[in-house]
């Protein structure tokens, strides 16, 4: 069995859309084992305590040195013998050394068609906006595996959202976490668990 941390800071839609796929049998190889989450105030915690899953606050305010934190990640999902690492709205920036830890077993889902709006500074509603002040017609969202870039990682699976006249950044959000988000992180979930389960 493949055990999945989902690693989460803010309302958990998407964590709560792989527990619901996860009850569906979406991907019967691999099994969310572990919440972690880097504030106490996350809903994504309330989620996960819903469905009986563990959860930890590894919260990156508590820690002075980035390499701490990075360690403190590291040793957290080693000792909850993690295989797969699936940042879902996680907004701490993960070092080398938690890269290094788990290469080609991290990926993220970014509310964009990366890349256009990706990088530093681009998360949550800054995302939507910065496509909604551009004017582009079509947006989306991307998940990658994660290395040292942000949002830089190779391209797993994305899907097209049109962008309709009267969006303001919270309606577009919302729908791309419908239509896109919620549908390509379960099936990301289900292929590298199918990977990894013949490794
Ligand atoms: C959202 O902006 C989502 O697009 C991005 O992270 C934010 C929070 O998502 N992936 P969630 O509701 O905490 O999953």
């Not at 996860?22 to 309330?46: C, D, H, M, R, W």
């Not at 256009?116 to 939507?128: D, I, M, N, Q, R």
Request: aromatic share 6%; with cysteine; proline share 5%.
């Amino acid at each position: 069995m493949i055990n999945i941390a989902v690693l989460v800071s803010g309302g958990g839609t998407n964590l709560q859309a792989l527990i619901d796929a996860q009850n569906a049998g979406a991907f019967p190889k691999g099994k969310i084992t572990l919440v972690l989450a880097s504030n106490a105030k996350a809903y994504a915690l309330e989620r996960a305590k819903n469905h009986g899953i563990e959860s930890v606050v590894v919260s990156r305010k508590s820690f002075a040195d980035p390499a701490d934190y990075d360690q403190a990640i590291i040793d957290t999902l080693k000792s909850h013998n993690i295989d797969l690492v699936v940042l879902a709205g996680f907004l701490s920036i993960l070092g080398k050394p938690v890269i290094d830890a788990y290469p080609e077993r991290i990926v993220n889902i970014h509310p964009s068609l990366i890349p256009s709006f990706c990088g530093a500074g681009f998360y949550g509603l800054k995302v939507h906006e910065a496509a909604l002040s551009y004017g582009v017609k079509v947006t989306g969202a991307t998940v990658h595996l994660v290395n040292e870039i942000p949002d830089g990682g190779r391209i797993l699976l994305q899907k097209a959202v049109d962008i309709l006249p009267q969006d303001t950044p919270e309606t577009l959000q919302r729908r791309v976490m419908e239509e896109a988000e919620w549908k390509l992180l379960p099936q990301a979930v289900a292929m590298l668990t199918e990977q990894l389960s013949e490794e």
